[in-house]
C-alpha cells in the first residue's frame, strides 16, 4: 500500500517562503504522476501543481504561476513544493496525491486522477 507523507508546513508572513515535501512509501515504486492540491474550509480542493516524472513535464494553477515550484528531491521518493512570494489567499491545508499509472493529464489537474493521497501539512499565510 503506497503511503505519503507532507511536511514543512507552518505560518509566514506575505511575501515569505515555505517548502513542502511529500515523501512516498510502499507499493510497487512506480509513479507517474506527483500533484500538490489545497484545500480551504467549506471549499472544494484544488490543484496547485503536478509533474509527470518520465518528461518532466509540470503543471501549474494560475494562480501560483511563477511563484511555486515542484521538483523531485535527490532521495527519488521525495518531493517538493516550493513556495514563494507568498499571498493571504495562499493559506489552506495542502496534499500530495500520485497516481502509479499514467502521465499526469497536460491540460488540468483533478483529484480523479490521482489514487493515493496524504493526509495534508496547514499553510498559514498573514498579511
Known amino acids: 500500500q503506497v503511503r505519503l507523507v507532507e511536511s514543512g508546513g507552518g505560518s509566514v508572513q506575505a511575501g515569505g517562503s515555505l517548502r513542502l515535501s511529500c515523501t512516498i512509501s510502499?507499493?510497487?515504486?512506480?509513479?507517474?504522476?506527483v500533484g500538490w492540491f489545497r484545500q480551504v474550509p467549506g471549499k472544494q480542493r484544488e490543484g496547485v501543481a503536478d509533474?509527470?516524472?518520465?518528461?518532466?513535464?509540470?503543471y501549474y494553477a494560475d494562480s501560483v504561476k511563477d511563484r511555486f515550484t515542484i521538483s523531485q528531491g535527490s532521495a527519488q521518493n521525495t518531493w517538493y513544493l516550493q513556495m514563494d512570494s507568498l499571498k493571504s489567499e495562499d493559506s489552506a491545508k495542502y496534499y500530495c496525491?500520485?497516481?502509479?499509472?499514467?502521465?499526469?493529464?497536460?491540460?488540468?489537474?483533478?483529484?480523479?486522477?490521482?489514487?493515493?493521497w496524504g493526509r495534508g501539512t496547514q499553510v498559514s499565510v498573514s498579511s
Open positions: 496525491a500520485v497516481r502509479s499509472v499514467g502521465s499526469c493529464s497536460p491540460v488540468k489537474m483533478s483529484m480523479a486522477q490521482f489514487d493515493d
Open positions: 510502499g507499493g510497487n515504486g512506480r509513479t507517474d504522476c
Open positions: 509533474i509527470s516524472p518520465r518528461s518532466g513535464g509540470t
